[in-house]
């Protein structure tokens, strides 16, 4: 873990390579900017690296491909498992897609190509050491208290509180309908007497708004300079309303303005986190970048839908998440997969997956499978109401995305009034 110098944060680094000329140049690097970085150990094999980061426990790890007696490959993937906080940056003369592709699946956060460039090095760690921050923050709050993974704390004694349940939509890979799934899964969650939110936390290319016809000018930008004395009131003026009774926070109006908001470390989380008990269901849509705002949401999710499409693109990255996830010690029942635009079988194109498959390879059950009816969704869109409002709720896709919604609610609220009427 980082220690202090100064009042400032020192990142502590571990550097691994058989080369003992190039661990000395990289440590001299390091000590030109002593006040940032401390190297924290320097050893020269995968075995080695692997003992050195259990005993060291470094923020960071600057790893070579290729060493006798176990690669950077293979260490790299033990060490991720073993140490979720520490971050690794693998290191090689060869930069080709295929050894990149390998170091990024066995946990490797980014890649640098030798010989180093001292700049690059510099910023390379600042940048993966920030992307950590939510980790690390989970990490030393599960040593200081057994708080459960799930659901943000109900402030004890408050009177007509609700669970604040947050579900946060995800796909790895994009254009995969993740915000179609979003919006109808809150409006599905939608019952007498029950309050569902819905987020639009894609900050640059939000699109729950152009799906439900909503416009606003008011946004999440309006909260983030008040989160630390946000009231509900104020949170009121800022939400818009859907039709059909759908309370929803959209994202920023414009592309650059999502640097506001992610200028503000967790801004989406803490926002919800102050005000979920005015909320049975917080359903939040996503982008599919992988930085601190998304790590800092699915840490106080109770569920976690990972929306994937049967492509080999799609899959593959949805891996990628899966295995993330377990390094974060989730539970595996926090996240559920999701099928979306699931061909029939009798016709399914040789460029789709079969779910039997994808089954296989991602060690997961699918919750849903939701049918590739562009048509009946893009009806819905033009209209701006979900597909799950359409009058015949027995059909296709609206079923499948009912029945999602249902599970959910009962996964979460219990069975009691799960069911639509």
């Keep these: 873990m980082q220690s202090k110098q100064g009042g400032q944060s020192v990142i502590q680094v571990l550097i691994v390579d058989d080369i003992p000329e190039t ?23 995968g075995r080695e690296a692997i003992k050195a980061a259990m ?87 599960m040593q ?71 416009q606003s000018q008011s946004t999440l930008i309006d909260l983030v300079g ?9 949170f009121d003026s800022v939400v818009a309303t859907h039709e059909s009774g759908l309370k929803v926070l959209l994202g920023p109006l414009r592309p650059e303005f999502a640097e506001e908001v992610e200028a503000v470390p967790q801004a989406v989380s803490r926002i919800i986190e102050k005000i979920a008990n005015s909320y049975d269901f917080i359903v939040v849509d996503t982008s599919r970048r992988l930085d601190e705002n998304l790590l800092s949401l699915t840490d106080i999710a109770g569920k976690i839908i990972l929306v994937a499409n049967p492509t080999l693109a799609s899959i593959k990255n949805t891996k990628f998440i899966i295995d993330l996830f377990e390094r974060l010690n989730y539970p595996p029942e926090k996240s559920l997969l999701v099928l979306n635009r699931v061909e029939d079988e009798r016709s399914r194109q040789r460029v789709t997956i079969a779910t039997e498959q994808i089954e296989r390879f991602l060690k997961k059950t699918t ?5 590739d009816l562009q048509r009946e969704v893009l009806s819905a869109v033009t209209k ?19 029945e999602l919604s249902d599970h959910l609610f009962t996964a979460l609220m219990g069975a009691g009034d799960s069911m639509h009427g």
């Design 384 to 402: 701006g109401v979900p597909v799950v409002a359409s009058r015949d709720r027995t059909k296709s896709p609206a079923k499948e995305l009912l």
């Design 23 to 45: 661990r000395a140049n990289i440590e001299k690097l390091l000590a030109f900017e002593e006040q940032e970085f401390r190297v924290v150990g320097s050893v020269g094999t």
């Design 367 to 371: 919750v849903a499978k939701i049918p």
């Design 226 to 234: 008040k989160i630390d004395d946000l009231d509900t009131d104020f």
């Design 144 to 214: 200081d208290m057994p708080i459960a993974v799930g659901k943000p704390q109900t402030p004890t004694g408050e009177a007509g509180a609700r669970p604040g349940h947050v579900i946060v939509v995800y796909s790895a890979q994009g254009g995969s309908g993740c915000t179609t799934i979003a919006t109808n899964l809150a409006s599905g969650l939608m019952r007498k007497n029950i309050k569902v939110l819905l987020i639009d936390g894609d900050l640059q290319f939000g699109d729950v708004g152009v799906l439900l016809k909503l």
């Design 55 to 141: 005993e060291k426990r470094p923020d960071i790890v600057i790893m070579d491909i290729n060493m006798p007696d176990m690669d950077g490959i293979q260490a790299t993937s033990e060490i991720t498992k073993r140490l979720p906080t520490a971050a690794v940056i693998m290191m090689s003369v060869q930069t080709d897609a295929d050894y990149m592709r390998k170091a990024m699946q066995a946990g490797a956060r980014q890649f640098l190509g030798k010989p180093i460039d001292t700049e690059e090095l510099y910023n390379t760690i600042r940048g993966v050491y920030r992307s950590y921050e939510s980790i690390r923050k989970q990490a030393i709050a």
